[in-house]
């Protein structure tokens, strides 16, 4: 069964970085194409990034490009997302999720259909 594990969220400082991880079990991660997603107190879920299935395809929302990275290593079932120069508008707890596609399309947290349980970031003064 497909296990989605999120962390390496904190609070952080404005212009500060973090580094989200995803790990995945239950089936090699090159199954999957991975997104992320996050959410705000009182905001509806929405996209962040994703990644296709071997790393050629990537997508990103337009209030993160630039300042977030994707990426996956299949070799140990890992997906990345390297954010820096954080706001406090990206507060909110983000969530990796598989069952999807990575289209390059506008990305929706609907775009995938299973997801983890989500790491919590703050970024603060």
């Known amino acids: 069964q497909l296990q989605l594990v999120e962390s390496g969220g904190g609070l952080v400082q404005p212009g500060g970085s973090l580094r989200l991880s995803c790990a995945v079990s239950?089936?090699?991660?090159?199954?999957?194409?991975i997104g992320w997603s996050r959410q705000a107190p009182g905001n509806e879920r929405e996209g962040v990034s994703c990644?296709?299935?071997?790393?050629?395809?990537?997508n990103y929302a337009d209030s993160v490009k630039g300042r977030f990275t994707i990426s996956r290593d299949n070799v140990n079932n890992m997906v990345y997302l390297q954010m820096n120069n954080l706001k406090p508008d990206d507060t909110g707890v983000y969530y990796c999720g598989a069952k999807g596609y990575c289209s390059g399309n506008t990305i929706k947290s609907t775009d995938f259909a299973s997801w983890g349980q989500g790491t919590q970031v703050t970024v603060s003064p």
């Open positions: 239950g089936h090699s991660s090159e199954m999957y194409d």
């Open positions: 990644i296709s299935r071997y790393g050629s395809r990537t």
